[in-house]
């Protein structure tokens, strides 16, 4: 077995630089595995009739682009982890970053399992497939649903938050904030960012959740015995307090106040010169840090705290100007959104 560096078009079009696992036997077959980046990706047609992590894929003649896109998605996740946060995969007992996709590419598999998700217990992520604009796709062409569920693998090694309540809110959004930071990790213009998770896979076309607009997205719950429509809010004064059976607390829907002070974060500009004071990797690593010193039932004022705490150690070589005002931009972020 040997190592194979292609340069690929993936779903979109897009080129795309992955290593594949060659066996040779009475011709090569390229896997879509990398060994020594420790990531791999493989088909199923549902786990609910097929055992995970199911079937390896080998790189067909004919290109299948959206297992391309897949698999290059996790790895992209893999180098941001080994390369930005300096996550290395010795430091727990995971040894792979393995990724299971429905995708219509097998064998024209037709299954709809709408859904992705993270297993703790089988240390890895499944992605779905559902009809996007009339066309079968699999979760895992987007990127940022890919980080967004190894990124559930990231916390549950760190703080490994109750999936409860608020607790599981800040899980939620911590998913939603590396997702935005990996996919959007070439684009240097932050004001040109997409910062929308999932679009096109959530109701009626749109996108699951959005860090700049979270009114722009909504949950269906049902409150005093009535079926309501609540738009994401990004302010703890409208924080919704439900039940265990309703979303696990809302996890899914109170995430996004605390994703909102994240978003703030990153806009934020020096007054003087109007450049972003934060670029991207300094940012992965100030939420990466202030993660591991979380646990398990951390709200969303223990994150902020966290982060303080974590930027004064982060800055302490800027000057003494510049300090502040990063500092000042993480107070104001989360000021603006009730975290205090």
Avoid at 74 to 99: C, G, H, M, P
Avoid at 151 to 174: K, N, P, Q, R, V
Avoid at 284 to 289: D, H, M, P
Wanted: aromatic share 14%; net charge negative; glycine share 4%.
């Amino acid at each position: 077995m040997a190592q194979r560096e292609e340069t690929i078009q993936d779903y979109f079009g897009q080129e795309r630089t992955l290593v594949f696992e060659e066996v040779t036997n009475s011709e090569p077959t390229l896997y879509f595995e990398d060994t020594v980046l420790k990531a791999c990706t493989h088909y199923i047609r549902s786990y609910r009739t097929e055992a995970l992590p199911g079937r390896k894929i080998f790189k067909h003649p004919f290109q299948n682009t959206q297992s391309i896109s897949a698999y290059a998605n996790t790895r992209d996740v893999a180098i941001f982890f080994q390369n930005v946060l300096k996550y290395s995969l010795s430091d727990e007992t995971i040894a792979y970053y393995i990724s299971s996709i429905q995708c219509v590419e097998d064998d024209s598999n037709q299954k709809q399992d709408k859904e992705a998700w993270w297993s703790p217990k089988l240390q890895q992520a499944f992605f779905g497939q559902s009809q996007v604009n009339n066309t079968l796709l699999c979760f895992a062409v987007s990127q940022d649903i890919v980080a967004h569920e190894f990124t559930h693998g990231l916390t549950s090694w760190t703080a490994d938050f109750d999936y409860i309540y608020e607790s599981g809110a800040l899980d939620e959004s911590y998913a939603d904030i590396f997702a935005i930071l990996i996919s959007n990790f070439h684009n240097p213009d932050v004001g040109s960012w997409n910062w929308e998770i999932g679009n096109g896979f959530g109701e009626q076309g749109c996108a699951f959740r959005d860090l700049q607009q979270p009114s722009r997205c909504n949950s269906i719950f049902i409150i005093d015995g009535q079926t309501q429509q609540i738009d994401h809010p990004k302010h703890m004064d409208n924080f919704l307090h439900l039940t265990y059976e309703q979303d696990n607390g809302g996890v899914h829907h109170n995430c996004s106040i605390h994703s909102y002070a994240a978003y703030k974060l990153l806009i934020s500009q020096d007054n003087e010169t109007n450049e972003y004071l934060f670029d991207v990797s300094t940012v992965a690593v100030l939420f990466y840090q202030a993660l591991k010193r979380l646990g398990k039932q951390s709200g969303f004022i223990h994150s902020r705290l966290a982060i303080e705490n974590i930027a004064k150690t982060l800055f302490r070589k800027d000057s003494t100007i510049i300090k502040q005002k990063k500092l000042g931009a993480i107070a104001a972020a989360f000021n603006s959104v009730g975290i205090y």
